[in-house]
């Protein structure tokens, strides 16, 4: 069993940064392809970003792309999610958890060990 804990968000104004983290413990994620999603209130969890378990591969959603970048150190056993350009609609509770395969690793169903989130909150 391994479990996630994100921590790192918070408020910030519009086009500004925030740096989230994702600490697992139980057991070591270096074998493991990782990923973030987030869910605004009333919608839908949504996938964020993905990397596979040595580092070599990412995936991001498109409105994600060039602003979110995504990271891990296996060594600390943490993934990252670097976010930079926030808009409002960036504003939400962010999750990372453990992807079962990396070919299905957009899809909530083909995730587990979800964290608790943590929200973030971008001002216009």
């Known amino acids: 069993q391994v479990q996630m804990v994100e921590s790192g968000g918070g408020l910030v104004q519009a086009g500004g940064s925030l740096r989230l983290s994702c600490a697992a413990s139980g057991r070591a994620i270096r074998r493991d392809h990782m990923g973030w999603f987030r869910q605004a209130p009333g919608k839908e969890r949504e996938f964020v970003a993905a990397?596979?378990?040595?580092?070599?591969?990412?995936n991001y959603a498109n409105s994600m792309k060039g602003r979110f970048t995504i990271s891990r150190d296996n060594a600390k056993n943490t993934v990252s999610l670097q976010m930079n350009s926030l808009k409002p609609e960036d504003t939400a509770v962010y999750y990372c958890?453990?992807?079962?395969?990396?070919?299905?690793?957009?899809?909530?169903?083909?995730?587990?060990?979800w964290g608790q989130g943590t929200q973030v909150t971008v001002s216009s």
């Open positions: 990397i596979n378990w040595s580092g070599s591969m990412t």
């Open positions: 958890a453990v992807a079962r395969r990396w070919d299905t690793a957009t899809t909530t169903a083909d995730y587990d060990y």
